[in-house]
């Protein structure tokens, strides 16, 4: 364990590393802040995240995250101003500024509510933090592309970054943080496309004139300048994009067996067991485990020309509705982090932009299915909605040649998904058997 004091006016703060042991055996390094209020005890005026009550010779008062300290925060915000650097025994806490854009922070400070793996703090209007909680040795993905695209490419709908706060331990560099710009007013898109996709299902507005399918042509637009931004050549070893190889489609094709075959192993198993919605769906669905290989298979063969598929570039890697903001007039991509639960080098690795798209696709779909999760939702209505959702994204992407493999990574996910549902959420899985039961229909898109 690592403890890096952070000095301020007659208060007591610190960053602690603490390593965990996974049941893998593994160990992970997470970063806590904490501080020390001798003041106002009671339950009334207590922080949100209590973790102890500490009575010493030196001290006594509750110990809590420190980002529920307004004035940690305002200490947090002057260091990443000034890039300040904190010294601890064998560790330290470094604030690297990015470029001349860094406003000097100032004003009122929020924390932003909600489950997530990392922390926000936003600053006034100007700026946002993301403190990171597990602390990995290596490169960020979400500080790389965001530094990437901020100073190397003409990308405008990814917020900038100022800043990066860094922790160093026996010579090793983790982030710990990040500052950007922060975005007044934009929705996260996640809610923004669930309200537009209930008002559909309860009956409002018209499948032609619906307010979100010019929103998602423009999201599929941003989709599409994102990719070509990343997929510029350059001297860059982390960012040079290539051609994807045979090799590629079968390593692809590979995993996307696998991912079939488990799915369907676990359908076997649970289907009986699933409530009246999924059951039909999973009895539909349990006996074409032969018609998804035929898929595939027809799939990787389009794939097998030299040029079909495509370039492998840096990617979003964990694309989905939560991951971009609605402002008033277009979309902000945000959150380049990838798929937590995936190794660092598989986030920071080359691969095909095409499963961005697969993941966007999918994230309709649970966008439709969740506003028809009630009785009083049309759910015919829902699905047109998806439907439409999809085909609009796909017009503003516009690259049809990536059909074939943006169909090779849907067909992954959803039986991904598929299994994630089983063995997670089985009142849910009636969500991706809907998709493998329509990716699979004759003539199926």
Do not use: C
Request: proline share 5%; net charge negative.
């Amino acid at each position: 364990m690592d403890v890096i004091p952070i000095p301020g006016d007659a208060q007591r703060w610190a960053v602690a590393r603490v390593e965990v042991t996974l049941e893998d055996r593994s160990v992970a390094s997470y970063q806590l802040a904490l501080s020390v209020r001798e003041s106002e005890m009671s339950r009334v005026h207590a922080p949100a995240a209590v973790l102890a009550l500490v009575e010493s010779a030196v001290v006594n008062g509750l110990l809590f995250d420190a980002i529920d300290d307004p004035a940690f925060r305002a200490r947090v915000a002057r260091a990443l101003s000034r890039g300040e650097g904190f010294a601890g025994d064998g560790a330290s806490l470094v604030s690297e500024r990015v470029g001349n854009g860094s406003p000097r922070l100032s004003g009122a400070s929020r924390v932003v509510g909600g489950e997530q793996s990392n922390s926000s703090i936003i600053f006034g209007e100007d700026a946002i933090f993301k403190l990171f909680r597990r602390l990995e040795a290596g490169e960020s993905p979400d500080v790389e592309i965001t530094r990437y695209l901020t100073a190397h490419t003409s990308f405008r709908n990814t917020p900038e970054l100022y800043a990066v706060l860094v922790f160093v331990h026996d010579g090793e560099r983790a982030v710990a943080g990040m500052l950007s710009r922060f975005i007044p007013g934009a929705m996260d898109g996640w809610a923004h496309a669930l309200a537009r996709a209930r008002a559909y299902a309860h009956g409002e507005g018209e499948l032609r004139n619906d307010p979100f399918a010019p929103e998602s042509q423009r999201l599929g637009e941003v989709t599409a300048e994102l990719h070509r931004a990343l997929s510029t050549p350059t001297d860059d070893p982390a960012f040079a994009p290539r051609d994807a190889t045979a090799a590629d489609v079968a390593r692809w094709a590979g995993a996307t067996r696998k991912s079939v075959e488990q799915g369907f192993a676990l359908l076997e198993r649970l289907a009986p067991r699933l409530d009246d919605r999924s059951r039909p769906l999973a009895l539909s669905v349990v006996g074409r485990r032969i018609d998804a290989f035929e898929q595939l298979d027809s799939i990787v063969h389009t794939l097998g020309g030299p040029s079909a598929a495509g370039m492998l570039s840096r990617h979003h890697g964990d694309y989905h509705l939560g991951q971009v903001l609605r402002t008033d007039d277009d979309w902000m991509i945000i959150d380049f982090e990838g798929e937590p639960t995936r190794p660092l080098a598989e986030r920071r690795a080359l691969s095909s932009p095409a499963r961005d798209v697969a993941g966007m696709l999918r994230s309709f779909a649970y966008a439709a299915a969740t506003a028809a999760a009630h009785d009083d939702a049309d759910r015919d209505r829902a699905a047109h909605w998806e439907a439409m959702a999809r085909d609009a994204f796909l017009r503003g992407y516009g690259d049809t040649r990536a059909a074939p493999l943006i169909a090779l990574f849907e067909l992954e996910k959803l039986f991904y998904e598929l299994a994630y549902e089983l063995n997670n959420r089985p009142l849910w899985v009636w969500i991706p058997l809907l998709g493998i039961q329509t990716m699979l229909a004759p003539g199926a898109r």
